[in-house]
């Protein structure tokens, strides 16, 4: 229930849809397993797993969603092989070229063939949607997953007018900025980590790892035009996190001291430890995402438009 990595959108005009009429919109493209000739599916499961009984639940004027892919695995290798084999007995057998076109028709036809036998793998991507803070925040750390997952909830509720949030300037000049002054804004510490990269043509990059961020060698990459693409960095104690250059967050772990507040609820209680750690972590992202907007001097989206 705790994202780890993430990123965000602002909507541009408000998210009205209740819970209920949500899950009636989700209820479209409800998951199912791979049949023996699909290579993958995505869908919508219950958001809490098996201890909920709604594909979104809401907690803290938060909406949490939760998508599952399974994909069939099949080698790239073992496909090659059995395609290397079938051109040369053609090619053997016929005295002459296989070409592109019949080799394409070769390889659908093994993968057709493979695919019933193939193992799946299965896999959890979620996201919330917080309409009092215009916010969609996706628990991935691959842009092409959040596109996906956003692709699929445009499809299920007709429309969905979000857009990426565009700092002021640059977030590698800013982080740059930031960590040749030494300086942060309120409330932030600096972390051990960070990615630095020439602006040349080599684009050499530097990471550090467990080390003192305002240590001399690291000024020395800045004043030779290096710029930072992620910094790690603690946010009023409660959320250690990377923030990358894509206005995206890494690595995202929220401290003991914050975790403690949801200690008292049973553990066999599970719906009601998922639902105050949402409540919880929800609120505390979209604290921190609101901050980070403000401090960067994100544009600000006219939600009236």
Same mark, same amino acid.
Request: net charge negative; glycine share 4%; hydrophobic share 40%.
């Given at each position: 229930?705790?994202?780890?990595?993430?990123?965000?959108?602002?909507?541009?005009?408000?998210?009205?849809?209740?819970?209920?009429?949500?899950?009636?919109?989700?209820?479209?493209?409800?998951?199912?397993?791979?049949?023996?000739?699909?290579?993958?599916?995505?869908?919508?499961?219950?958001?809490?797993?098996?201890?909920?009984?709604?594909?979104?639940?809401?907690?803290?004027?938060?909406?949490?969603? &939760?998508?599952?892919?399974?994909?069939?695995?099949?080698?790239?290798?073992?496909?090659? +092989?059995?395609?290397?084999?079938?051109?040369?007995? /053609?090619?053997?057998?016929?005295?002459?070229?296989?070409?592109?076109?019949?080799?394409?028709?070769?390889?659908? +036809?093994?993968?057709?063939?493979?695919?019933?036998?193939?193992?799946?793998?299965?896999?959890?991507?979620?996201?919330?949607?917080?309409?009092?803070?215009?916010?969609?925040?996706?628990?991935?750390?691959?842009?092409?997953?959040?596109?996906?997952?956003?692709?699929?909830?445009?499809? &299920?509720?007709?429309?969905?007018?979000? !857009?990426?949030?565009?700092?002021?300037?640059?977030?590698?000049?800013?982080?740059?900025?930031?960590?040749?002054?030494?300086?942060?804004?309120?409330?932030?510490?600096?972390?051990?980590?960070?990615?630095?990269?020439?602006?040349?043509?080599?684009?050499?990059?530097?990471?550090?790892?467990?080390?003192?961020?305002?240590?001399?060698?690291?000024?020395?990459? /800045?004043?030779?035009?290096?710029?930072?693409?992620?910094?790690?960095?603690?946010?009023?104690?409660? !959320?250690?996190?990377?923030?990358?250059?894509?206005?995206?967050?890494?690595?995202?772990?929220?401290?003991?001291?914050?975790?403690?507040?949801?200690? +008292?609820?049973?553990?066999?209680?599970?719906?009601?430890?998922?639902?105050?750690?949402?409540?919880?972590?929800?609120?505390?992202?979209?604290?921190?995402?609101?901050?980070?907007?403000?401090?960067?001097?994100?544009?600000?989206? +006219?939600?009236?438009?």
């Amino acid at each position: 229930m705790w994202f780890s990595n993430l990123y965000f959108y602002r909507f541009t005009k408000p998210f009205e849809l209740s819970a209920d009429e949500l899950d009636k919109r989700l209820e479209a493209n409800i998951f199912s397993p791979c049949g023996s000739q699909d290579i993958a599916k995505f869908g919508w499961v219950n958001a809490l797993g098996k201890y909920g009984q709604t594909l979104s639940h809401s907690a803290a004027g938060n909406l949490l969603l &939760c998508a599952k892919r399974e994909e069939k695995i099949l080698p790239t290798a073992v496909i090659n +092989d059995m395609l290397a084999e079938k051109v040369e007995a /053609i090619e053997l057998k016929e005295s002459r070229p296989v070409k592109k076109k019949e080799k394409d028709t070769l390889k659908e +036809d093994i993968i057709h063939q493979l695919l019933p036998r193939a193992f799946s793998k299965s896999s959890l991507l979620y996201g919330y949607i917080a309409p009092q803070h215009d916010l969609l925040v996706i628990n991935s750390s691959s842009a092409t997953k959040a596109e996906e997952f956003m692709a699929m909830l445009r499809k &299920c509720v007709g429309t969905l007018p979000v !857009v990426p949030v565009q700092p002021e300037q640059p977030l590698s000049i800013m982080m740059t900025d930031w960590l040749k002054s030494q300086n942060l804004p309120a409330g932030y510490e600096f972390g051990s980590d960070a990615e630095l990269k020439s602006t040349d043509e080599e684009e050499a990059v530097v990471k550090y790892k467990q080390q003192d961020l305002g240590s001399d060698e690291i000024q020395l990459h /800045i004043e030779h035009n290096k710029l930072v693409t992620k910094l790690a960095l603690l946010w009023h104690d409660n !959320v250690n996190f990377m923030l990358a250059d894509d206005f995206s967050l890494k690595r995202i772990k929220f401290t003991d001291l914050l975790k403690e507040q949801n200690e +008292d609820i049973p553990k066999e209680d599970m719906a009601t430890k998922l639902d105050a750690d949402f409540a919880l972590m929800s609120g505390e992202i979209n604290m921190l995402l609101n901050e980070l907007i403000e401090i960067t001097g994100a544009k600000e989206v +006219d939600i009236t438009a």
